[in-house]
C-alpha cells in the first residue's frame, strides 16, 4: 500500500532534483534549528558577514567621514532603491531605501493627502490589518479629521466611493497569507480617483511583483524579511515616477533637501525619489541590506516562486495527513497566497514553543495561529519533512501542554 503523504526519501529526492539547493550554503544556519521564520525575521547571508566587517574596519575604521565620498554611503538609499526597483519591477529613481515600514508609511499617507486637500472623509484599510499599518492611518485620519473605515477584504472593493481618502493595503496577510490582487484592486481605486498605498512586507523576495504592468503608484515594504537584510532593516518606500512631482515628504530632513551640503536656511526638496529622505541614513545597516539584495538579485526569481509553490504544496499535503488537528487558513492557491503557510489550532502558543524546543523555529500569531514561513533559498524538502514528523510528535504525546511551554515571551 502506498502512503498517503510523502515519505522521508521521497522528500530527500526533491531535494537532490531542486535547482536552488546550492543556495542553502550562501547562508548561516545554525547546526540542528529547521528555520521556518525567515518571513519575520530572514536568515543571515555568508556575504554580509563579510561586507559588514568591511563596512566596519574599513569603510568606517580607516575611511572615516571620507567613506561617504569614497564609499558612495551617500548615494546608498537611492542605490540600493534601485537595486530593490528591479525586484519590484518599478524603474530606477522610483523606490528609496530609508527609515522603518512604520515611518514610510507615514511620510507617504501624509503626503498623498497634502496633494489632494478637500472634502473626502475616510481612509480605508483592511480590518486585521498588520497593527502597524492600522495604527498609523488611525493617527494620520486623526491628523486629518477623517475616520478610519478599517473593513474584512470582501468589503473593501463596495466601500471605495466619493468619500474614500486614501486606501492602505498589505498585499499579502502577515497572519494569513492572503493575497490581493494588486491589478484588480488597483483599477477600482483607479476608477475612483483614490490612491492606494500597497505594502509589501511580506511579499518582496516572496511572490512575483511587477508595479509598472500593475499600474501601482504607491508602496512600502520591508527590508528584514524576504530580503534577509538584517535586524531592523530599513524599509523602502516607492512612488511611480509620475505620481513623484506631485508628492513632498511630511518631514522636511536635511537628507531630503537638493543639495545637502549647501547648508541652506530654506529647503528646497530633492528632485527626485531622494525628496522621501529625512535624516542621515544608518549606512551599517543599508550595507547589510545591500548584501541581501544582491544576493535576491542574483537568484532566478522564477526559479524562487516555483520553488516556494512546490514548499507549501509539499508541506500542506504532509500537515493534513500528519497533524489534521491544526487547520490550514492559507488560501491553496499559489495566485492569492504569499509565500508562509497557517494553521489554526486552539493551542498554537505552547505548540509552537515545544516545537521550538525541538529545533524548529515557526512563529505563533494571535489567537490561535501557528505560522510557518517558507524560503526557498535556504530551506528544502526534507527540512520541511522533519519539521512535520516533529510536530506530529509534539501533537502526540501531548508535550505541548507542559507547564514551560505556556509562558509568554516578550517578542512573540
Ligand atoms: C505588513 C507589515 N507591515 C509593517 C511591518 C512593520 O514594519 P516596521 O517595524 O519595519 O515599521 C510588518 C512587520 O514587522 C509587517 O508585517
Ligand atoms: N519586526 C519584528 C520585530 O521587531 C520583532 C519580532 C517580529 C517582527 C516582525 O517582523 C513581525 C512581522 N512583521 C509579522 O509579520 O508578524
Same mark, same amino acid.
Given at each position: 500500500m502506498t502512503s498517503p503523504y510523502p515519505s522521508l526519501s521521497e522528500a530527500e529526492a526533491r531535494d537532490a532534483a &531542486? *535547482?536552488?539547493?546550492? +543556495? @542553502?550554503? @550562501?547562508f548561516v544556519l545554525p547546526e540542528g534549528v529547521i528555520y521556518l521564520d525567515g518571513n519575520s525575521l530572514g536568515a543571515l547571508p555568508r556575504a554580509t558577514s563579510v561586507l559588514m566587517r568591511d563596512a566596519v574596519d574599513r569603510q568606517w575604521g580607516s575611511g572615516l567621514i571620507r567613506s561617504w565620498n569614497d564609499a558612495d554611503w551617500i548615494g546608498a538609499p537611492r542605490r540600493i532603491g534601485d537595486k530593490i526597483a528591479q525586484l519590484i519591477r518599478a524603474a530606477p529613481g522610483e523606490v528609496v531605501v530609508c527609515d522603518s515600514v512604520t515611518v514610510n508609511l507615514y511620510k507617504l499617507m501624509m503626503a498623498l493627502l497634502a496633494a489632494r486637500p478637500g472634502q473626502d472623509k475616510s481612509i480605508l484599510t483592511e480590518s486585521g490589518n498588520f497593527p502597524t499599518d492600522l495604527h498609523v492611518a488611525a493617527g494620520v485620519a486623526r491628523q486629518h479629521g477623517m475616520t478610519l473605515d478599517a473593513l474584512p477584504r470582501d468589503q473593501i472593493a463596495d466601500r471605495i466611493g466619493p468619500d474614500t481618502a486614501l486606501i492602505v493595503l498589505t498585499h499579502v496577510h502577515y497572519k494569513t497569507g492572503e493575497r490581493f490582487d494588486i491589478a484588480g484592486v488597483q483599477a477600482l481605486a483607479d476608477a475612483h480617483n483614490v490612491p492606494l498605498i500597497w505594502d509589501l512586507s511580506h511579499s518582496v523576495g516572496a511572490v512575483p511583483l511587477d508595479m509598472g504592468s500593475d499600474t501601482a503608484r504607491f508602496a512600502v515594504g520591508c527590508g528584514y524579511k524576504y530580503l534577509n537584510g538584517g535586524p531592523g532593516a530599513p524599509g523602502f518606500l516607492y512612488v511611480s515616477a509620475e505620481a513623484l512631482e506631485f508628492l513632498g515628504s511630511p518631514i522636511q530632513g536635511w537628507m531630503g533637501? %537638493?543639495? *545637502?551640503? %549647501?547648508? #541652506? &536656511?530654506g529647503y528646497i526638496p530633492a528632485p527626485g525619489i531622494e525628496r522621501f529622505l529625512a535624516g542621515t541614513p544608518p549606512m551599517l545597516s543599508l550595507l547589510a541590506l545591500e548584501g541581501g539584495i544582491d544576493l535576491m538579485l542574483e537568484a532566478d526569481s522564477d526559479a524562487l516562486w516555483s520553488k516556494s509553490r512546490a514548499l507549501f504544496d509539499f508541506l500542506t499535503q504532509l500537515m493534513a495527513a500528519r497533524?489534521?488537528?491544526? %487547520? *490550514?487558513? #492559507? *488560501?491553496?492557491?499559489a495566485d492569492q497566497r504569499g509565500s508562509h503557510a497557517s494553521f489554526a489550532h486552539p493551542h498554537a502558543w505552547p505548540i509552537n514553543r515545544a516545537l521550538i524546543e525541538a529545533g524548529v523555529i515557526g512563529d505563533f500569531r494571535t489567537p490561535d495561529v501557528l505560522r510557518l514561513g517558507l524560503t526557498p533559498l535556504y530551506l528544502g524538502f526534507v527540512d520541511l519533512w522533519q519539521a512535520v514528523d516533529r510536530l506530529a510528535a509534539i501533537i502526540d504525546d501531548g @508535550? +505541548?501542554? @507542559? %507547564?514551560?511551554?505556556s509562558t509568554m515571551s516578550k517578542v512573540t
Open positions: &531542486d *535547482p536552488l539547493r546550492e +543556495w @542553502r550554503d @550562501r533637501h %537638493a543639495s *545637502p551640503f %549647501a547648508m #541652506t &536656511d497533524c489534521p488537528d491544526l %487547520a *490550514p487558513i #492559507t *488560501p491553496e492557491r @508535550r +505541548w501542554k @507542559r %507547564a514551560e511551554f
